[in-house]
């Protein structure tokens, strides 16, 4: 990868990335179960040669009130997994970005799922790595709450070294298959987990062999302190939401600051913003499009959305739509950093309620561009260029119209500018993306001779990139 050209992704949903999509006459309104539009879909970004498509997810419907659950469309889609094992036939060189969530999940079932992913598809799986953030996956699992913020990032850390301890369980030419001696695996290139942490207690080995990556391409989206730590210790590409540059450009500098004292370089810290592009051959056509789907939504959308970004903490349905945001809200035990992301937007920006619940229906807190493509193309160029991002993930308001009029108006732009790739330069994701493969932790730990899994483990390798 060229390290002066952006990277671009695309988040794959149910109809698009606006919650009105799904009612715009051209969007298949069952597209969150059909198949072939999400082949469609990842054929439509691999042609343009996107870096990866991007699935979401939660273990839960997400809203409160049935009047929002009932105008929504969000709640009928696939488990990521499963949809980009069914892609990764029907693609050849596109990432395939699968989101699973660290609280709700074991390490021996997403390291597995993981390592049969980037096998299946040959080197381009990559893990969304979350923390849940919604409130009514608890129950799903067999508790009442929610683990406090805190608690689940911690849960996360050991989380994500089991899962990387294991897919080193073998070495990468451990599976020799010699028919004529009868070995099919030489049991010296086998290292046995046994890891005993607060959370877990894992054993291991992992019974399929070493992912071609090493491991999948590690996706974090962490904007609070603690998920910035977090982010920069683990992550390999930083989804953000940020719809100010120089906010970006201080959260860019800060999160490869802190990079920098795990012992990581730069071009391995990828930090790639989402970005709402509405694109229009001229100015009118893309606010024409927008004010169509704002002609969509149901008040119902407008402020159940709302409350779940901001952490369910305020009732929209009471309040004074005209009167000001206030500074400040209770603390939510939810999205912490999209809260407070919205609230220091509003006060920046003299918000009332119901700008800001406006503001949230179009974007969600990212990025949002309403123009033409050359207007599209320059606010992402000067984004890249003032070291606010190295790549943005797309969310494109309607699918699949909003990425046919990406590629065929602004790619064209990123590419006159110099901007973006015409082709793949790579294989596997990580060469794609500039990423290094990593070493096996096991066999990084011996010094001339073998060193035990459980030495290796006890000396905190694993947790190593």
């Not at 860019?252 to 730069?266: I, M, N, S, V």
């Not at 391995?268 to 694109?279: D, E, N, R, S, Y």
């Not at 509003?346 to 033409?372: C, E, F, N, P």
Request: charged letters at 25%; proline letters at 4%.
């Amino acid at each position: 990868m060229r390290y002066d050209e952006m990277t671009l992704g695309v988040m794959v949903l149910q109809a698009g990335c606006h919650e009105a999509a799904w009612r715009d006459p051209r969007v298949p309104a069952n597209g969150g179960i059909d198949i072939d539009y999400f082949a469609n879909l990842a054929a439509l970004a691999e042609t343009a040669a996107f870096h990866f498509i991007f699935c979401a997810d939660s273990p839960s419907v997400t809203d409160e009130a049935h009047a929002t659950i009932a105008r929504r469309s969000r709640h009928d889609g696939f488990e990521p997994m499963t949809l980009l094992s069914a892609l990764s036939s029907r693609t050849k060189n596109i990432g395939l970005v699968a989101t699973a969530t660290t609280t709700y999940n074991q390490p021996y079932h997403i390291a597995r799922m993981l390592a049969s992913l980037d096998r299946l598809s040959r080197g381009r799986a990559a893990w969304n790595i979350v923390t849940s953030g919604y409130k009514f996956e608890a129950a799903n699992f067999g508790e009442k709450e929610l683990p406090n913020h805190s608690t689940r990032y911690a849960r996360a850390r050991e989380f994500v070294e089991v899962v990387k301890g294991l897919w080193d369980s073998w070495e990468d030419d451990a599976f020799i298959r010699d028919k004529q001696s009868g070995v099919f695996v030489d049991t010296n290139k086998l290292h046995t987990l046994d890891h005993q942490g607060p959370c877990f207690s894992v054993r291991g080995p992992l019974n399929t062999a070493r992912p071609p990556q090493g491991y999948p391409v590690l996706v974090q989206a962490g904007a609070s302190d603690i998920g910035m730590a977090f982010a920069a210790e683990i992550g390999e590409v930083i989804f953000t939401a940020e719809p100010c540059c120089e906010n970006g450009k201080r959260y860019y500098t800060a999160l490869k600051e802190k990079a920098h004292t795990f012992g990581r370089e730069d071009n391995q810290v990828l930090v790639m913003p989402g970005l709402v592009p509405i694109v229009g051959r001229t100015k009118q056509e893309a606010s024409d499009k927008l004010e169509r789907l704002h002609s969509l939504m149901h008040i119902d959308v407008l402020t159940g959305v709302a409350e779940r970004w901001l952490g369910f903490v305020k009732d929209l349905r009471s309040v004074d739509l005209d009167s000001l945001v206030p500074d400040m809200l209770p603390q939510s035990n939810l999205f912490q950093s999209r809260q407070k992301l919205l609230l220091e937007l509003a006060a920046r920006r003299k918000y009332t309620w119901r700008q800001l619940i406006g503001y949230i229906s179009d974007s969600s807190g990212h990025l949002m561009v309403v123009g033409t493509p050359d207007e599209i193309a320059q606010a992402m160029v000067d984004t890249f260029d003032e070291r606010a991002a190295d790549g943005f993930n797309l969310c494109l308001a309607t699918l699949p119209d909003g990425l046919k009029d990406f590629i065929e108006l602004v790619v064209p732009e990123l590419r006159r500018r110099g901007k973006f790739r015409s082709k793949y330069s790579g294989q596997t994701l990580r060469e794609n993306l500039g990423l290094k493969r990593p070493l096996n932790s096991f066999t990084q730990s011996c010094v001339g001779g073998s060193t035990s899994a459980s030495d290796s483990n006890k000396a905190g390798l694993l947790s190593r990139d």
